[in-house]
């Protein structure tokens, strides 16, 4: 402005007022940025939330691979677990059974065998968005008579398996969780368990049961989902594996506002996050405020 000292009064008036609306656009710009970004924000903690279902298999399914547990194999606990096995809201009190498969390619059957006058069985098969499909044992369909549970994809309309009972799961891969019931943990007892969980067969249907039963006791298994800022990867993973169903069809809207179409852009993947690990040092920073 001191090379236009002379300039009438008139044009400076109005490079003022250029100046001053300059100004409160860069004020209004910058607030409408803080709304974008908080509305980014939100929809990254909605669809973090959406998934846990989702995550709790995909985390469960996971840790048992690194265990050596693969599709169609049977984990078991020769021992009553420990610390070692991180999962949500676990007891240690009986000893449990975990399994997993995939009806991508075909139908599964899930053997579960009689109860016997030692060791009966508990639990739930699942599909990945962790939606019960049947209880299994004396509380489930079986009652405790045994049963072969063929699951089949939703459209499937190929051979059955006389007896057995159907279901359709609408996700590519299921699980089970199961424990058996025993008197107590002594050592006679869990080996009557073990023997019990060695006749259960999961298997593609029309195929020779193959099963694998691998131990798990001792060995870590993290499978409770960690809400770092690898979670949105384990999401993309995940979706990438599933058929999108139509009650996800508006999620997926909001997904891709928040840069997912099939993959995440780089750019608001890194904001994503970036909104995250922020997110999660103000959440604890609030509690230990609260704590004080």
């Not at 384990?234 to 997912?260: A, D, R, W």
Request: aromatic content about 10%.
């Amino acid at each position: 402005m001191k090379k236009h000292t002379k300039v009438v009064t008139s044009i400076n008036s109005l490079i003022a007022i250029t100046a001053l609306m300059a100004c409160m656009l860069g004020t209004a710009l910058a607030e409408e940025q803080t709304t974008r970004d908080r509305v980014f924000h939100h929809r990254a903690m909605e669809v973090a939330i959406w998934a846990m279902p989702a995550m709790n298999f995909k985390f469960y399914r996971d840790a048992l691979i690194d265990a050596g547990v693969g599709s169609n194999d049977v984990g078991y606990f020769s021992k009553v677990q420990d610390w070692r096995f991180q999962t949500a809201t676990p007891n240690n009190t009986t000893p449990y059974v975990l399994t997993y498969w995939s009806i991508k390619d075909g139908p599964i059957v899930v053997e579960i065998p009689p109860a016997t006058k030692d060791v009966g069985i508990f639990g739930t098969i699942m599909d990945a968005w962790q939606r019960p499909m049947d209880d299994v044992g004396a509380a489930g369909r079986d009652k405790g008579q045994g049963a072969k549970y063929l699951i089949v994809p939703p459209e499937y309309d190929g051979p059955l398996l006389a007896n057995a009972l159907v279901y359709r799961q609408r996700t590519h891969n299921g699980f089970a969780v199961l424990r058996p019931i025993i008197a107590d943990s002594s050592p006679e007892n869990l080996a009557k368990a073990v023997e019990y969980v060695k006749k259960m067969k999961v298997y593609p249907l029309g195929q020779e049961p193959k099963t694998r039963y691998v131990d798990l006791y001792g060995k870590l298994l993290e499978m409770t989902p960690v809400l770092d800022q690898t979670i949105y990867q384990e999401i993309h993973e995940f979706i990438e594996e599933e058929p999108v169903e139509e009650m996800n069809v508006t999620m997926m809207g909001l997904l891709s506002q928040i840069g997912y179409v099939h993959f995440f852009n780089g750019f608001l993947f890194d904001k994503l996050v970036n909104f995250l690990v922020d997110s999660l040092v103000e959440d604890r920073s609030h509690r230990e405020q609260l704590a004080v």
